[in-house]
């Protein structure tokens, strides 16, 4: 297909991007460590840490691993939310030539222990309020060394001693644990700062990340992003958000604000690898869910850069203190993970006078595939086009490409798409082309700007009669409602059609009924997307990352059916 979406770029918006400018992340942090030495890096309950600060922590971190001789391309899991911890840990793994492996740390330990044994790691960091599961999972696994850390523990010595009481004594917040083997996080960098650190040769196809996720075919596995694939996306995402940051008053020193969980691949480049790269001041949040304690720090530091997902969005809309936060100094809110809904961004924009632009990719393409444009205005109702040095193609189930308005699998190509699934060259050659495309499991229809909107991921579509539904359709009519906070569709077997749509709804009208939202759907879909069964719920299942998940939902019906 002709890149006939580079006639509609914004203007400055470049078709390619150098992506062999840095050989390494090592060397893209490394320059910013020597440009903003002085700037502020990132903040955590008030504690403050510079670019020459995080500098010197990460080096004596990467010493500290070197010293426990762990080879070049050893994976080192992260088990934390967003602290202090967390970026000297990640920038001081890829500095010693190490492999970061994200998890999460809610994470049951049979979760815990599939991934570590699954990706070979040898060293674990993880935040001590779970390390009661991290004793439960490594007794099978490859780790042999264990870094645990309080979190207060870079706060300062008073300040941190009192975080650290409160959390583990007055809010119990860190079960019992034993792991003898353990060393402390701060006794960890104490002992790299006094040991010599020899820099190692990083290159741009050396691992960067295990990026663990279900993938398009629903299996556990992790997405080897090389060091090439993040420098690319970061590249391509600062290349692309131009636009909204030459927009108003020119602002030297970015505010991001990161909610989303770093261990995301989302919140790793939009947040954490962009915000190194242009050096800017990470707010870290912890908790988004906290939505007092997020509302309190967008007020203390006004934003330039919030990227979120829908969820988060709607929820600080809807939130009484909402109107205290100053967004004046806005200029780009990225929405992704899923679906940005038409109601969320209408609202969104004029109560804060910057658009949502989403963004579409996966854990496979470090994240970021398209984009809408970053001086948009309105919601588009599509994902935009392909970023810089990046490729779209519709394909049928054939591989042949459709054409325009047609329906088929997105299918990407470019710099930021992974080297292939970590040990499974099976589950690889299933999602890699010939041709070179990740094959994405998501269906879509391009337009003649080469726009795609999603119809929806194929595993979600739902069958009636033969007819295809998507539920983000349905979702995006019922959440336009003024009674809906949110909604989830999924399918549900009849014995009539095969499927009906079956819609779960949390109501912030607590008056609204079934009938009533029923009739609203009609106006705006034909009968058989018009949802058979209406449940209203006080809450829906989501992700951490505050993605609503269908899959729970169609679990719970089946075991309701057994």
Request: hydrophobic residues 45%.
């Amino acid at each position: 297909m002709d890149r006939i979406w580079l006639a509609h770029y914004p203007p400055g918006v470049p078709a390619e991007i150098d992506s062999a400018r840095y050989a390494s992340l090592v060397d893209l942090f490394e320059e910013s460590f020597a440009t903003h030495g002085d700037n502020r890096a990132f903040v955590f309950m008030d504690r403050f840490m510079t670019y020459r600060e995080i500098d010197a922590a990460s080096q004596a971190f990467a010493a500290f691993l070197q010293s426990r001789k762990l080879s070049r391309g050893a994976r080192v899991a992260v088990m934390m939310p967003n602290v202090l911890q967390y970026p000297i840990a990640l920038i001081g793994i890829l500095r010693a030539g190490c492999t970061l492996v994200n998890i999460n740390p809610l994470y049951t330990p049979h979760e815990l222990e599939f991934q570590l044994k699954d990706s070979g790691a040898e060293a674990l960091v993880v935040l001590e309020n779970f390390a009661a599961t991290a004793q439960a999972a490594i007794g099978a696994t490859a780790v042999r060394h264990v870094i645990v850390t309080g979190l207060g523990d870079m706060l300062g010595a008073v300040k941190g001693t009192i975080v650290n009481l409160a959390v583990r004594h007055i809010k119990k917040m860190v079960p019992a644990y034993s792991l003898p083997q353990a060393i402390a996080f701060k006794d960890a960098l104490a002992q790299g700062r006094a040991l010599p650190f020899n820099r190692p040769a990083v290159g741009a196809n050396d691992t960067a990340c295990l990026q663990y996720t279900g993938g398009t075919t629903g299996v556990a596995k992790g997405a080897t992003l090389l060091h090439r694939n993040l420098v690319a996306n970061t590249l391509q995402v600062e290349a692309w958000l131009q636009p909204a940051a030459a927009h108003g008053p020119k602002v030297d020193h970015m505010t991001m604000i990161t909610a989303l969980p770093l261990y995301h691949i989302f919140a790793l480049t939009a947040c954490f690898m962009l915000s190194m790269r242009i050096g800017g001041l990470n707010v870290l949040i912890p908790n988004p869910r906290d939505l007092p304690h997020l509302i309190a720090e967008l007020v203390k530091y006004r934003p330039n850069l919030f990227p979120a997902v829908n969820t988060l969005f709607n929820a600080l809309l809807n939130h009484a203190d909402f109107g205290k936060i100053d967004w004046s100094g806005l200029k780009s809110a990225v929405g992704g993970g899923m679906a940005v809904q038409k109601a969320v961004a209408e609202k969104w924009y004029k109560a804060t006078g910057c658009p949502i632009i989403e963004g579409y990719g996966l854990s496979e393409t470090s994240p970021v595939l398209t984009c809408n444009r970053a001086d948009s205005t309105k919601w588009t109702g599509t994902i935009g086009v392909p970023l810089p040095s990046t490729e779209i193609s519709i394909r049928d189930d054939s591989g042949n490409e459709v054409a325009f308005g047609e329906p088929g699998e997105i299918c990407g190509r470019g710099p930021q798409v992974m080297a292939g699934y970590w040990n499974r060259p099976d589950e690889t050659a299933k999602v890699m082309t010939q041709d070179g495309f990740l094959r994405t499991g998501d269906i879509g229809v391009m337009n003649a700007q080469g726009e795609t909107r999603i119809v929806d991921r194929k595993k979600d579509m739902i069958l009636v009669s033969g007819f295809n539904v998507y539920p983000n359709e349905v979702e995006d009519v019922i959440a336009s409602h003024p009674g809906v906070l949110e909604c989830a569709v999924v399918g549900v077997p009849d014995e009539h059609s095969g499927e009906v749509v079956k819609a779960y709804v949390v109501r912030r009208d607590p008056s609204l009924t079934e009938e009533a939202l029923r009739a609203f759907c009609a106006t705006e879909l034909t009968g058989y997307k018009i949802p058979k069964h209406i449940e209203f719920r006080a809450e829906l299942p989501k992700t951490n990352v505050g993605k609503i998940l269908r899959r729970a939902l169609r679990d719970e019906l089946v075991k309701r059916a057994a």
